[in-house]
């Protein structure tokens, strides 16, 4: 049995804690995010996946990460004030957290184990790391920040077609 996303929780950008088992039987894109770095702009993208595909139970989670240059300094509240004005976006948006170092959230922690990065690196390099969650909660898929959200589409409308 594969361990999966189901067993964490996480604090929103409210501080509410959100349980991860509110999106059993949905696809999940997990993403490390910022709001001052150079692919910034992935959020109108990640907000075009969701548009196009929550409908068939695709969720982007994302969480604001200060730990690349201090791209994302603000409070939780600036960083969704920013996202709003910016990019409209309709998913959900995290507390900010660290996704390295003995501070990780156990979610990343979990997720860098289940698909290591290049060469076995369990490390979050950059911003905008994506993982891809399937609908049993199991971690499927990494991209790299450079991967555009719009590449994920035939990953995402595979994970979307099994059937649980």
């Not at 049993?136 to 450079?146: C, D």
């Amino acid at each position: 049995m594969h361990t999966r996303i189901y067993q964490f929780s996480a604090d929103d950008h409210r501080g509410e804690k959100i349980e991860l088992s509110n999106y059993i039987g949905k696809v999940v894109l997990i993403v490390n995010t910022a709001s001052e770095c150079g692919f910034t702009e992935q959020y109108k993208g990640l907000q075009e996946l969701h548009d196009k595909y929550n409908t068939q139970g695709f969720e982007v989670l994302a969480f604001p990460c200060n730990q690349f240059k201090q791209q994302e300094k603000g409070s939780n509240a600036d960083i969704k004030s920013f996202c709003d004005l910016q990019f409209n976006i309709k998913f959900d948006l995290f507390s900010k957290v660290d996704v390295n170092g003995t501070n990780a959230h156990p979610l990343f922690k979990f997720l860098k184990k289940e698909a290591p990065g290049i060469l076995g690196t369990k490390s979050i390099k950059w911003n905008f790391t994506k993982f891809l969650v399937n609908k049993e909660g199991q971690v499927i898929k990494r991209f790299a920040t450079i991967t555009k959200p719009q590449q994920l589409e035939s990953d995402i409308e595979k994970s979307l077609e099994m059937k649980c």
